[in-house]
Nanobody, 115 residues
Framework: QVQLVESGGGLVQPGGSLRLSCAAS????????MRWYRQAPGKERELVAT????????VYADSVKGRFTISRDNAKNTLYLQMNSLKPEDTAVYYC????????WGQGTQVTVSS
C-alpha cells in the first residue's frame, strides 16, 4: 500500500533553514507528480510546491517562491523540500502528497519558526 513518511521538521529561528524529506513506498514513485502541503493551526491546508514525475518542472505558492525548493530523487524514492529564509508564518505541519487514484498523505512533520 502507499506509504509516505515525512521527516526533518523541527524548531528553527527566523531566517534559518530546514530540509524536509518524504520517503515513499508502495507505488512507482518515478511515475507521479508529488506535492508538499502545509497546515497552520486554525487554517486550511495549503499547497506549497509541486514537482513533476521527472523533476523537470516545479511550481510554488507565491508565499514561498524564491525561498523554498522542491526536489526529488527517483532512485531513492524520496521527495525533498529545502526551506530557506524561514519566517514565523511558515510555522505549520508539512505533508507530502501523491494522487494515485485517490489522495494519499503522510503523517506530517512539524515546522516551528520562532525566536
Amino acid at each position: 500500500q502507499v506509504q509516505l513518511v515525512e521527516s526533518g521538521g523541527g524548531l528553527v529561528q527566523p531566517g534559518g533553514s530546514l530540509r524536509l524529506s518524504c520517503a515513499a513506498s508502495g507505488f512507482t514513485f518515478s511515475s507521479y507528480f508529488m506535492r508538499w502541503y502545509r497546515q497552520a493551526p486554525g487554517k486550511e491546508r495549503e499547497l506549497v510546491a509541486t514537482i513533476t514525475s521527472t523533476g523537470g518542472s516545479t511550481v510554488y505558492a507565491d508565499s514561498v517562491k524564491g525561498r523554498f525548493t522542491i526536489s526529488r530523487d527517483n532512485a531513492k524514492n524520496t521527495l525533498y523540500l529545502q526551506m530557506n529564509s524561514l519566517k514565523p508564518e511558515d510555522t505549520a505541519v508539512y505533508y507530502c502528497h501523491v494522487h494515485r487514484n485517490m489522495d494519499y498523505w503522510g503523517q506530517g512533520t512539524q515546522v516551528t519558526v520562532s525566536s
